[in-house]
């Protein structure tokens, strides 16, 4: 065998190794821009915010409460009229490059909101105030760096592309964006999610004191105050699993209110049966306690969780 001919053989190799690990989900695409996100009437979350903001910043008076109802729908529905699309009301691929609008540093308005809203399911823990000032503007070139993208720091179509239709919550990097780590994603590094945890599957992440706390699936939030969790929440999850978050300094959320995945519950503290600031975090489904442990590092990985009816309820116990 030539030289050439070898050298072309193990270029043949690599590309398709390389095309194995794509398709594995072992290394993520750099070049193909995910797809929009399908939204319509019952849609909620994230996503749907950011379409909310983006119709405001259109001109159209509608609440950015993360939920598609009716008055979501007209909005989508005298937007697309407007522009000529076919009316659906529902946002998909022809609506969502209409909607978006760009925005950089500097800028302000239901935009940035936007666009503020769809980077707080990567874990930027950003206030959504529509003002584009630094915070946001090293968010975004901080999320481009991640996907691959060129990092101008400006929201144009590709990074809203990246932006919409995946991602985690709060914490950061998740498969579809329904599930966010509990803390921001620069608090800790990866092996603490892999911590085992004393005496029962749970985990507890060392934060101090004042770290944001975010729900990680969404559903319906109950605060807690007791001696043992001290200031916490249990979120009945949408995914039919209970989330507990205990030793809270504040609560941010009240009973009863619907939280999405990344939602800020509260602050982080040492309150109930805790020695020292930290959250922690429990998971229970099919009526067991699970290991939290291997949801949060595909959450962590940006690889889509386990479903938390799989979780282990042993081998996460030190
Ligand atoms: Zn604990």
Known sequence: ??????KRVWAVIATVCATLLVSLGLVQSATAAPGWPALSRGSGGADVAAAQ??????????AADSDFGPATENAVSAFQQSKGYGVDGMIGGETWPGLIVTVSQGDSGDAVAAAQSALNKFGYGLAVDGEFGSGTASAVTSFQSDKGLSADGIVGPDTWQNLLGQGGGGGGGGGDGSYSLPIPRDALSRD????PHHDYPALDLPVGTGTPIYAVHSGVASQIDNDRC???YEVDGDDGAIYYFCHMSEHGVGSGERVDAGTQLGLSGNTGNSTGPHVHVEIEAGGANRC???MMLAIY????????GDLPTGGCIE
């Open 1 to 6: 065998m030539s030289g050439t001919r070898r």
């Open 53 to 62: 903001y983006l119709l405001r910043s259109h001109g159209y008076d509608i």
């Open 192 to 195: 603490y999610y892999d911590s």
């Open 230 to 232: 001290g200031i916490g």
């Open 292 to 294: 939290p442990q291997p």
């Open 301 to 308: 990985d940006g690889s889509t969780p386990p479903a938390p």
